[in-house]
């Protein structure tokens, strides 16, 4: 398809063309699947739980949303510059710093015919939005999340001279980030992959797998078809292999390149077009434990208002705390939110085989970004010697994300959290928490989130 890459090509065509390279997944699916293509393609219509909340409907509790309203008051005025066009200026009123920076050669995107090995397409990341930008192309794609909706996707017109900027994607995105993949009906996700990739983008699958990755996967198995540096000692990891073909997996040792402070190294692309010559180790760490969470998150959003709904509980969609769901609806909604609680507090997260270590500036201004306990400990304090961060729950309970979650959910987890580092839970399943871990821990929640510190002085008075 590089005839999507002329330059004469107006933006409206170029991106209209690429709606339908995308969409052609659908059809695949219905060949994969067994279905007649309206099948397919019915399969992929909003489903009820999109409906429940009104996906397809305006996303205002975003940043994004809220960047855009100010750009069209004229309140703030993007900067265009040589061949990034609008996307520096766009991280600095997004609050991401390019040093989150992570390369992509794997033809995942919307604007897979531009990718490659020698054009990775670039990742920049917050808490809570995602901007990735591709060599050769006037779409830069912006992927947030909504208070209310979850993850919502967004193209950015970086060319100057256009009316409105931001153009709001559903369907065409969903195609791929739905938890039901191109089959559709389950809700919306955020995914990070692992696979051997060639060095055109293509993903080598006849004879090796694909994996999704989350806190569970092993280092070992990260990042094929991802640029990697930093230090990861004798720890091997699948980044920056780059082979021609299936034929030579067998010798992937020859081709490791490993431990190495900047992609100029590799010799391989030019990173004077990027941002950065780093696609962070530490940051596509901290990536993959945010998608984990915020994934499960979207998935309690989604789902249980439409479970309450099925049970007949609709008044209770709004219940003020755990205890004031009917039984029924506890028994039914305990298994998400404990999944939740699990992600949160790292079960099961792999451990580290030696010492990693990445980009100063990034590690640096990830760590300042929270709030800090009255002897200076944070959340966001990493350890990277055996697991990603030196305690025992995850930064995002901070996030907007969280704090949205249903009241009777957020009440649910803050007692599993109180229970498991108080002491009082007899699950095997958190007895990898050290003691002292778990005390210091609780200090930070109780000295920086303030509902929190609430919720235990109300349980303390309940239970003296």
Avoid at 185 to 198: F, H
Avoid at 349 to 358: L, M
Avoid at 416 to 425: M, R, S
């Amino acid at each position: 398809m590089a005839w999507l890459a002329k330059k004469g090509m107006s933006l409206d065509l170029r991106k209209t063309l690429l709606v339908a390279a995308c969409g052609a997944v659908v059809t695949g699916a219905a060949a994969t699947w067994g279905l007649t293509q309206a099948e397919a393609a019915g399969a992929n219509s909003l489903r009820s739980e999109y409906e429940a909340i009104d996906y397809a409907g305006v996303a205002k509790d975003n940043p994004v949303y809220r960047l855009n309203q100010r750009i069209k008051s004229g309140e703030v005025t993007l900067k265009y510059e040589g061949e990034h066009g609008y996307l520096e200026s766009l991280l600095k009123e997004l609050k991401i710093n390019p040093a989150s920076q992570i390369l992509v050669f794997s033809k995942t995107s919307l604007q897979h015919p531009y990718i490659n090995a020698k054009t990775p397409r670039s990742i920049y990341f917050n808490d809570d939005t995602y901007v990735a930008w591709v060599q050769g192309t006037q779409l830069v794609e912006v992927t947030t999340t909504d208070d209310k909706k979850g993850p919502v996707y967004f193209l950015f017109h970086n060319t100057p001279k256009v009316e409105d900027h931001m153009e709001r994607e559903t369907h065409t995105c969903l195609n791929c980030h739905d938890t039901y993949g191109n089959m559709g009906g389950g809700v919306p996700d955020l995914l990070a992959s692992s696979s051997i990739i060639s060095k055109g983008g293509v993903r080598l699958t006849e004879k090796f797998w694909t994996r999704e990755v989350n806190d569970t996967v092993p280092v070992d198995d990260r990042w094929g078809g991802w640029y990697v540096t930093g230090q990861s000692g004798d720890q091997p990891h699948m980044g920056n292999i780059l082979i021609d073909d299936l034929s030579q997996m067998s010798s992937l040792d020859a081709v490791r390149h490993e431990n190495i402070d900047t992609l100029d190294e590799l010799g391989y692309l030019d990173t004077s077009h990027y941002l950065r010559s780093t696609s962070d180790i530490v940051s596509l760490l901290v990536l993959e434990h945010q998608l984990t969470v915020v994934n499960e998150l979207t998935y309690i959003k989604f789902k249980a208002p439409v479970v309450l709904q099925r049970m007949k509980h609709a008044d209770a969609i709004n219940a003020p705390s755990w205890d004031a769901l009917p039984a029924d609806a506890q028994q039914v909604l305990r298994r998400m939110l404990d999944d939740l609680v699990k992600r949160m507090l790292f079960v099961g997260a792999a451990e580290y085989k030696d010492q990693i270590s990445g980009s100063k500036d990034y590690s640096d201004w990830f760590e300042a970004q929270g709030p800090k306990d009255d002897q200076g400990r944070s959340l966001r304090d990493f350890d990277l010697k055996t697991k990603l961060f030196k305690h025992s729950v995850s930064f995002l309970i901070y996030s907007s994300d969280f704090n949205t979650l249903p009241p009777y959910a957020k009440d649910y987890v803050y007692r599993q959290i109180a229970d498991v580092l108080e002491g009082h839970t007899h699950d095997e399943t958190y007895a990898f928490i050290p003691d002292q871990e778990r005390k210091a821990t609780l200090q930070i929640l109780a000295d920086t989130k303030p509902d929190f510190a609430r919720y235990l002085d109300t349980r303390a008075a309940l239970n003296p």
